[in-house]
Every structure is written in C-alpha cells, then in structure tokens.
C-alpha cells in the first residue's frame, strides 16, 4: 500500500501538484504550484459552447499549471492518453504496483463520492488514485475532498472516459524524477512573468484584462440579442465557471494573492506582499459581482439591478485588474 498523505486545497489541479510533489519530499504549497504554474487567467470564448452557453474560464487551459511547475522546478513527469478504458485501467494498475500515486483528468459526472449536486459534466477534474482495497476499489485522494475516499473500478474508468469538451481519455501523469530540492526564485519569476504577459499582452480581445471588459460589453447586450430564458442561462454559466469550477474569480485571486505573500519572502520583495493585498481586494469585488449576477438571474434584485449594472461592475474590475498587473508587471524581480 502506497503510504500517500492526503491533504484538502481549494483548487484540484494546483493540490495535486502539491500533494504529488509531498509525497516526494519536495514541499510546495497549492498557492505556490498556482504562481509559478501561471495559472491565473481570463478568457471569454463566445465560440466555445460549453453545454450549449458561451465558455470562459479564470485559469489556463487544463493541465498547463502542472505542465509549467514541473518544468520550472526541475521536476520530470509521465504522461499518458489512452484509446480504451481497458489499456487505460491496466496501465494504471501497472503503475500502481510500482509503488507510484497516478494523477488523472477525470468526469465529475461519473465521481460517485461526490454529492449529487455537485456532479455534473465538467470533465477537467484531477485527483489522484495511489493504491487499491480490492480487485474493484481504487483508494482516492481527491484534493477538493476533506478526507480520502474511494470509487469502483467501472466509476473511475467511466470518469476517465467521458464524452464531451474536453474529452479526458483517459489522461494520467506521475513524476518520475523529482529533486530532494529546488531553488522557487526562478520559478516565482518566471511564473509571474508569464501571468502579467497573459493578462496584459495577448493581442485578442478575448483574453486577459481585454477579455473581461470583452464579456462585460457582450453581458449588457445578452436580453436583447439572446431573450431573457438565454440570457440568464449565458449569465449563469458565467457565476457557476466563476464560483463552482476550479474555484474561479474570487477563489483564485485569493490564491494568487497568497502566492505573492509566499513569494515575498522568497525573493525578499516586500512590495509583492503590498500587491497581495490589493489583490485580495480585486477578489472582493468578483464575489460582489458573483452576488449581483445570482440575484439577477433568480430575479431576486431588491436593488433592481439590470445586466446593464453587471457590465458596469465587471469594466470597474478589468480596470483594476489592469492597473493591478501593470504595477506587479513593474516590480524589479
């Protein structure tokens, strides 16, 4: 039995990455691995139909914080898709009675220890799978849970295999070389770096900073162009990407926050603690936003505010988010 310390963070990729790192020896705190794996971000992809409503997301593309931590600490990994739920689960296996914890993208449909609620179809899930009770039970460590847990062998491969965007099939990564210890300087440079570049430099008004003010100009227009039954659906989606998948506007910048508290130390920069603190702020007002917008769409607005009133809030927040990444983007690191 893989002897794999199980600990609860608020977002599953960037938990696995600590807790796999752990389990190695080499102690890197959730919002660590979040800042240096850049995963802060803002896109508004009108294209992309996420259960048939407009896509946006608040972090990087799935897997790309593990990517980047791991490269920028020198740590190697393992990674594997797979054609069938067969060859899928017995590679696993294999690589169980290695002795080595396997991460996967799974379904959160399909993840039985969940509440019923919380189970929809949201395929970009980590957890990690480090032994097994019996021929059919897989022990879990899944670390959005409070404690481990465990799932039957035809759960987990239909989690690994669910259909839709994006498909995981059957994704799992392991490290198999990881340092006694690294130095985070560079890391924590180069992640913040590539986070002020993201939100301030890509040239498309769907990404970053130019991304919220893009959502906020399309929110205000959502009754009229869509009908109030879409519009609400679209605006809904909106809260739930922000609020409930990978802990979205509010919880991330929260993350980063604690990130910069870190990485003040760190590179001895008490500037970044200031920043963290402005931050924090800049979380307040995405869940302000969140509660607006809930209350909007269960037309519940005591104070009458219209999706007008939401774009508003959501322009005030991409200016100070702007302002916000131009001074990180000016500290001398």
Known sequence: MIDFKHQQTAHCECGVVSNM???YGLEISE????????????AHLPFVKVNGVPGSTYRVAPGQIFKNVCKRVGVEVKTQKFGTPEKAMAELDRVLE??????MLSSVYYL???PESYRFHFNAHNLVVYGKKDQ???LVSDPIMESITEIDSKS????????????PKGKMYYPVNVPKAV???KGIVDGIKQTCHYMLKIPLPMFGVKGIRFLAKRLAKYPEKVGPRKASLYLGNVIRMQEEIGTGGAGFRFIYAAFLQEASQVLDKPELKTLAGELTKIGDLWRNFAFEAGRVCKSRSAAGTSYQDLSKLLLHIADTEEAFFKKL?????
């Not at 290695?98 to 991460?103: A, E, I, L």
Request: proline share 9%; net charge positive.
């Open 329 to 333: 983007a000016q500290v001398k690191l």
């Open 31 to 42: 919002p660590m691995a979040f800042g240096i794996g850049a995963g802060i971000f803002f």
């Open 183 to 185: 130095s985070l300087k």
């Open 21 to 23: 790192f752990r389990h």
């Open 136 to 138: 059919d039970t897989y």
């Open 98 to 103: 290695q002795g080595t914890p396997v991460g």
């Open 112 to 114: 039985p220890y969940f």
């Open 156 to 167: 987990l491969a239909q989690a690994r295999f669910a259909q839709g965007f994006p498909a």
